[in-house]
């Protein structure tokens, strides 16, 4: 095997899990702002896979390794050449005759320039006091701030040790262990310690450091935020309780303690990131409604059982963390809006996923459902195709073998059966034909070949119940098919204003999907009178302002590259910035506002959105 050989279970990752594992990582870190850095080290606990393991190889990226020690005894390391995106490995020799089980201390520091980890100045909080820090590992950045076998493949527990400024508060992605400790000698600091006792891999480890607050929800829910929109945040998570018992009905007993809620700043690239005991959330859910808080909550509570218990072998087979993650929300959904809002939501999803098809410039890796990611960044091929698709095939799957009441009961055994696991999609089928077994007919007559490996829409669309979405199609085609003389005609009720919010988003996908391309006349008419300018919701404003930009109209440049640089989610700010890239009079401004900007998003959106405007290669 060289050096640069990829891992034999994760093509994602350099560690040798078939020969040895993480079992727990202890962590001591300092944080430091001025830096920028993660100083410290990690204490990994290893099991031996077999018993003649003389080395370990771990990832590693942009780390610098200071010293390895084996029980006070000094290690050879030696770090691998860099590969693009997926760093270096750092392989340690082993005396002969560890012990089954034995434990390695590393020294690191990690770089400033960690992509796990987004560092924002005062001026970028709203409080405008005091920084903030804060992790997203998943997919494969947790190797950036902790030597690691950094693969779903593997799972551990952990504690940890970290010491920040004392006005800082500091949360980890585990429950913390009594309350923050001065140290001795360093008055300028607290240390505060934290345990996470049910295993996880290494893209569920995440960290805050910041000037938040709380409020309590319930004994095991609190909305933390900054000061300023903590009690707007709390109200609007304010069903949090409700809705992890609904899906603890649905999934099983909640396994991880607390179900605290993080909502982040602007630039923030997801909705939701999963993280365990603290789910980190984008404030753009925090409008006044709940709508976008609730699916939030539904998503990301549900990765406890879908991901985070349930997990995968490696991102091949992410669609089982995001289609079955979709799958559960909608049920949850359904619980509290009714069946007919579950189909809705779904149609809504499959239109999104048409534009991501339609818009693919690589359908042979972007829209398939379970890929082959030799070489590939998991990044790079990531949309919601894993999501929709796979919502799909599990909605299908539960049609065909007879409604919710027979495949309820599979959803909940599957989160126990494969509770503490990391799966592949064919230990998902086997699972599903032995659950199944005197239904073996009706499951071979699915196509799985076209499912599992085909490229673009699902082979079956489900009939699902057309009510929420008819009622956008009708202004649809009434707008659509209005000769502009008679534009005026339009402007009667039941109109926009008059539909459900998830419902103004599906009016947006349908007159954007449609053949007919909408003239600018028309949208400078939807424009005036229903005040777009105002419209709060990003999800519909997204939509509204893709909508003008590929029917070209000038004047509203401006306003999309303003949505695109205060806030940072990528599912808005790349298809922005790819549409006014892809129309010369955009391009410039866009370019130019992006790299303007470029230094307020994640790491992981500004290197994405460069790739989108060929800026980096
Ligand atoms: N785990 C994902 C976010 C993610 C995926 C981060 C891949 C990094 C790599 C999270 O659960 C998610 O799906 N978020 C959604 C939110 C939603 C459906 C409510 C998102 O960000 O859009
Ligand atoms: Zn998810």
């Given at each position: 095997m060289g050096i640069n050989a990829l891992s034999k279970n994760d093509p994602s990752s350099f560690s040798n899990t078939e020969e040895v594992v993480i079992r727990h990582a202890h962590i001591s870190w300092l944080v430091d702002f001025k830096k920028q850095t993660l100083a410290g080290s990690v204490r990994l606990t290893f099991e031996k896979?077999?018993?003649?393991?003389?080395k370990v190889v771990l990832d590693i990226k942009d780390i610098d390794v200071k010293k390895v020690t084996f029980d006070e005894q000094t290690l050879e390391f030696q770090k691998s050449p860099t590969v693009r995106t997926f760093g270096e490995s750092l392989t340690i020799s082993l005396p002969k005759n560890v012990p089954k089980t034995f434990n390695v201390i590393i020294q690191y520091e990690s770089s400033p320039?960690?992509?796990?980890l987004q560092w924002l100045s005062?001026?970028?909080?709203?409080?405008?006091?005091h920084p903030y820090m804060f992790s997203q590992c998943?997919?494969?950045?947790?190797r950036t701030i902790m030597p690691c076998q950094?693969?779903?493949y593997v799972k551990f527990t952990y504690s940890a040790e970290v010491d920040a400024d004392a006005e800082l508060t500091v949360l980890l992605s585990g429950v913390s262990t009594g309350t923050p400790e001065d140290i001795p000698g360093r008055t300028t600091l607290r240390r505060h310690k934290f345990e996470q006792k049910v295993t996880i891999p290494s893209y569920l480890l995440a960290i805050v450091v910041a000037k938040i607050s709380f409020r309590t929800i319930s004994p095991r829910v609190n909305v933390w935020a900054e000061e300023q929109i903590v009690e707007a945040a709390a109200w609007e998570f304010g069903q949090a309780e409700e809705q992890l018992k609904i899906a603890e009905e649905i999934?099983?007993?909640?396994?991880?303690?607390r179900y605290d809620l993080l909502i982040l700043p602007p630039?923030?690239?997801?909705?939701?990131?999963?993280?365990?005991?603290i789910n980190f959330i984008t404030?753009?859910?925090?409008?006044?409604?709940?709508t976008h808080a609730v699916a939030a909550i539904a998503h990301e509570a549900s990765h406890s059982w879908?991901?985070?218990?349930?997990?995968?072998?490696?991102?091949?087979?992410?669609w089982l963390n995001e289609g079955w993650t979709m799958f559960v929300q909608r049920k949850i959904e359904s619980k509290l809006f009714g069946e007919k809002y579950r189909h809705f939501s779904a149609i809504l999803g499959l239109h999104e996923m048409r534009n991501v098809v339609n818009d693919?410039?690589?359908?042979?890796?972007?829209?398939?459902?379970?890929?082959?990611?030799?070489?590939?960044?998991p990044e790079d091929v990531y949309n919601n195709v894993p999501y929709e698709k796979g919502h799909t095939l599990l909605f299908y799957l539960e049609t065909l073998l007879g409604g919710p009441e027979m495949f309820d009961p599979f959803v909940k055994s599957y989160c126990q059966h494969f509770k503490g696991k990391a799966i592949t999609t064919d230990d998902f089928k086997a699972y599903l034909y032995k659950s199944f077994a005197s239904k073996k007919d009706v499951l071979d007559s699915v196509d799985w070949q076209t499912w599992f490996?085909?490229?673009?829409?699902?082979p079956v669309i489900p009939d699902y119940d057309k009510t929420l979405s008819e009622q956008c199609t009708i202004l649809v085609q009434k707008w659509l098919k209005c000769p502009e003389a008679e534009?005026?005609?339009?402007?009667?009720?039941?109109?926009?204003?008059?539909?459900s919010p998830l419902q103004q988003r599906e009016y947006f996908d349908q007159l954007g999907l449609s053949d007919e391309i909408i003239s600018i006349k028309k949208l400078e008419e939807l424009d005036e009178w229903?005040?777009?300018?105002?419209?709060?919701?990003t999800e519909v404003k997204f939509r509204w302002l893709r909508l003008c930009i590929r029917a070209q109209w000038e004047a509203k440049i401006g306003e999309a590259i303003e949505f695109a640089t205060i806030q940072g989610r990528m599912k808005f700010v790349r298809p922005l910035f790819r549409s006014m890239y892809d129309w010369p009079a955009a391009r410039d401004r866009a370019v130019e506002a992006f790299k303007a900007h470029?230094?307020?998003?994640m790491y992981i959106t500004a290197h994405q959105v460069a790739l989108d405007l060929q800026l980096d290669s």
């Open positions: 896979v077999i018993d003649s393991v003389s320039k960690a992509q796990a005062p001026e970028q909080t709203a409080g405008k006091t998943q997919s494969i950045h947790c950094d693969t779903p999934c099983g007993p909640y396994e991880w303690g630039s923030f690239g997801y909705g939701g990131m999963e993280n365990p005991c404030p753009t859910c925090v409008v006044g409604d709940r879908t991901g985070n218990s349930v997990g995968i072998k490696n991102y091949e087979h992410f693919s410039k690589h359908p042979e890796i972007e829209t398939n459902l379970v890929k082959n990611l030799a070489g590939i960044d490996f085909g490229l673009g829409m699902p534009i005026d005609t339009l402007k009667s009720s039941p109109g926009f204003k008059d539909l229903y005040n777009m300018k105002t419209l709060r919701d470029r230094g307020e998003y």
